[in-house]
C-alpha cells in the first residue's frame, strides 16, 4: 500500500519541475526573440542563414534539458520494479517460515556430559568447591552424508518460491578419546546421547530414524546445546550399556527447505553427496571435488580432511568453536529473476530517451521535418510506458516474450505517431527500424551479464559514430564555412560582417 504522503510529495516535485520547465522554456523563447532580432539587421542571404540557423540550435538545447525532465518517469517506473520487488522477497521469505527456511545440517556429533568441581579459598580462609557442569562434543572419524534434492514451486497470488524436499542419510564412525580435563569430577557416559543439527526444525518431514550398530534409537526434539549451527535440531539417547570407544551411528530424516542447503564436513574424513533434479546449482563457500551438471539435474560431490579446519574433533560446548569454517553449500539458483531483469532494463531507459530523441532531431537536421516539443513530450513518455508494460506483463508470462510484447507495442506506437505528424511513411519506418534494432540490442546486454558493459559501450559508440555520419553535412552554408560563395559575403558590408 503507497503512503499518501508519498504520493503527495511526489506530485510536489512533478509540479515544481513542471512550473520551472515552463520558465525556462518562456526564457529560450525570449533569448531566441533577441537573437533574432539581431539577426534580422543583417541584410542580404547571410542574414537569412544566420536566423535559420538559430532556431535548431535553440531546439536542440530545449530538447536536451526535456531528456533531463524524463528521468522523472524513468525514476517513478524504477521505484515501482523496486517496490514490487521487495514485496516478491518478502512473499519468498513468508513462504520459507512457512515451508521451511535454508536448511543447514551439522550431524552427528556425540554429546556427553559431565561435571567438574572448582576448590577455592573464600575471605575467611575456608575452603569451598564450586561444581560446574559442561559438556564434551564428540566429532565423528569417518563421515558420509548423501542428500537428494526434489525441487517444487510454492505459489502465492502472482509469486512462485522455489523449493525443495530432501532426502538425507549419513552415516559416521566415532572413536571417544575424552581429552584431560581440569578439575573433572565425573563423565556421565550413562547421560551420552546422539544429536543431529538442523537449521530450522519446522522442515523435519514424518519418521526420521537414528540407528546406533544397526539399533533403531528413540528420539528426543532439541540438541541441548548452544554452539552455534549445533543449536536446533533433535537428538537420541544411547543405551547406557553402549560401549563408546568404537561404534557407528546411521541416521536418515526428510527435509523441506528453500533454495539453499549446506554441510559442515564435521569427520576427520568427510564425503558428501548433494544431487537435485535441477539444472542450475550455485556452489559456494568450499567447492565440490567434481560435479556433473546436465540439463535437468545436478550431481557434486565434497571430499574434505578434518586438515582444512581449525577446529579439533573434541571441545567443550562452552568453547568459541566457529564450525562455520568450512560449509559444502550447493544453492538451487533462479538464473535470472524477472524483477532483477526489469529493474536492469529500466537502468538504460535515460539512454534510450536521449538516443531516440538524438535519432529525432537528426532527422530534423537531415530531412528538412519539424517536430513539436509536446510530440518530443509524448515520445519519451511512451518509451518510460515500454517499463511499466514490461514488469506488468513478466509477472504473468515468461520474460522473453514479456520483452517482446513490450517493445512491439512501443515501436510501433511511436512509429505510427511520427508517420502521423511527419505526414511520411519513410519516416515512421526509419524510426521504427532504429527503435527495433535498439530494443533488440538492450534485451542482448540483459541476457549477457558478463559482458553488459562492453555491448553497452559498443551501443553508444556505434550511435556516436552513426549520428557524426548523418550530420556531416550540417555546417554547409554557415557563415564560418570556408567554402561559403563569395557572393553571399559581398552582398553584406565589411562592418556588417565584423559586427557579425
Known amino acids: 500500500m503507497i503512503d499518501f504522503t508519498t504520493v503527495l510529495v511526489i506530485l510536489a516535485v512533478v509540479l515544481f519541475l513542471g512550473v520551472f520547465a515552463i520558465i525556462g522554456l518562456v526564457c529560450l523563447r525570449w533569448l531566441y526573440g533577441r537573437y533574432a532580432q539581431q539577426a534580422s539587421g543583417l541584410t542580404g542571404d547571410l542574414g537569412g542563414k544566420i536566423a535559420n540557423s538559430n532556431p535548431l540550435m535553440i531546439k536542440a538545447v ?10 522523472i518517469p524513468t525514476a517513478l517506473v524504477h521505484d515501482l520494479m523496486q517496490e514490487r520487488h ?20 551439522a550431524a552427528p556429533i556425540l554429546v556427553i556430559p559431565y561435571t567438574t568441581e572448582t576448590r577455592i579459598t573464600d575471605s575467611n580462609g575456608k575452603d569451598r568447591i564450586i561444581a560446574g557442569q559442561d559438556k564434551l562434543v564428540v566429532l565423528p572419524d ?11 514451486f510454492r505459489e502465492r497470488s502472482i509469486y512462485k518460491s522455489l523449493v525443495y524436499t530432501a532426502d538425507i542419510k549419513g552415516s559416521a564412525n566415532f572413536r571417544l578419546d575424552p581429552p584431560p580435563i581440569k578439575n573433572l569430577q565425573k563423565i556421565h557416559y550413562d547421560q551420552a546421547y546422539i544429536a543431529i543439527a538442523l537449521t ?46 568404537d561404534f557407528s551411528v546411521q541416521f536418515d530424516t526428510s527435509l523441506r527447505g528453500s533454495r539453499n542447503i549446506r554441510a559442515i564436513p564435521l569427520g576427520m574424513n568427510t564425503q558428501i553427496n548433494i544431487s537435485a533434479d535441477w539444472p542450475h546449482p550455485s556452489f559456494r563457500q568450499f567447492l565440490p571435488k567434481s560435479r556433473d551438471i546436465t540439463n535437468d539435474s545436478f550431481n557434486a560431490t ?17 568453547d568459541d568453536i566457529n564450525l562455520g569454517e568450512i560449509i559444502a553449500e550447493a544453492q538451487l539458483f533462479e538464473p535470472v529473476s524477472h524483477y532483477g531483469t526489469s529493474i536492469r532494463a529500466a537502468k538504460y531507459g535515460i539512454m534510450f530517451v536521449a538516443l531516440t530523441y538524438l535519432m529525432l532531431l537528426v532527422f530534423e537536421f537531415t530531412r528538412g521535418i519539424r517536430l513539436h516539443l509536446v510530440q518530443y513530450l509524448l ?16 509477472e504473468h508470462i515468461s ?51 558478463d559482458y553488459a558493459l562492453t555491448m553497452g559501450s559498443g551501443l553508444l559508440l556505434i550511435v556516436l559514430l552513426a549520428m557524426m555520419y548523418m550530420t556531416r553535412n550540417l555546417n554547409k552554408g554557415s557563415i564560418l564555412d570556408p567554402v561559403l560563395d563569395k557572393e553571399d559575403l559581398a552582398a553584406d558590408t565589411p562592418q556588417q560582417v565584423m559586427e557579425t
Open 62 to 71: 530545449i530538447i536536451g534539458f526535456l531528456t533531463l525532465m524524463m528521468l
Open 302 to 318: 565434497w571430499e574434505v580432511s578434518h586438515l582444512s579446519r581449525n577446529y579439533p574433533q573434541v571441545f567443550r560446548a562452552s
Open 379 to 394: 515520445v519519451g513518455v511512451s518509451l518510460s510506458v515500454f517499463y511499466l508494460i514490461l514488469l506488468t506483463l513478466s
Open 86 to 105: 521487495s514485496l516478491y522477497r518478502s512473499v519468498l521469505h513468508e513462504t520459507d517460515q512457512e515451508w521451511g527456511q535454508e536448511q543447514t545440517l
Open 142 to 152: 569417518q563421515l558420509k552424508l548423501d542428500s537428494d534434492l526434489t525441487h517444487d
Open 200 to 245: 530450522d526444525n519446522s522442515g523435519i518431514g514424518s519418521s526420521p530414524a537414528v540407528r546406533v550398530n544397526g539399533k533403531k534409537l528413540e528420539l528426543m526434539p532439541g540438541t541441548g546445546l548452544q554452539t552455534p549451527y549445533l543449536v536446533s535440531g533433535f537428538s537420541a539417547k544411547l543405551d547406557p550399556s553402549q560401549d563408546l570407544t
Open 399 to 449: 520474460f522473453s516474450l514479456s520483452y517482446s510484447l513490450a517493445a512491439a507495442v512501443t515501436v510501433i506506437s511511436i512509429a505510427s505517431y511520427i508517420t502521423a505528424a511527419t505526414k511520411g511513411r519513410t519516416n515512421g519506418l526509419a524510426i521504427g527500424f532504429l527503435l527495433s534494432a535498439l530494443y533488440g540490442f538492450l534485451y542482448s546486454i540483459l541476457q549477457m551479464e
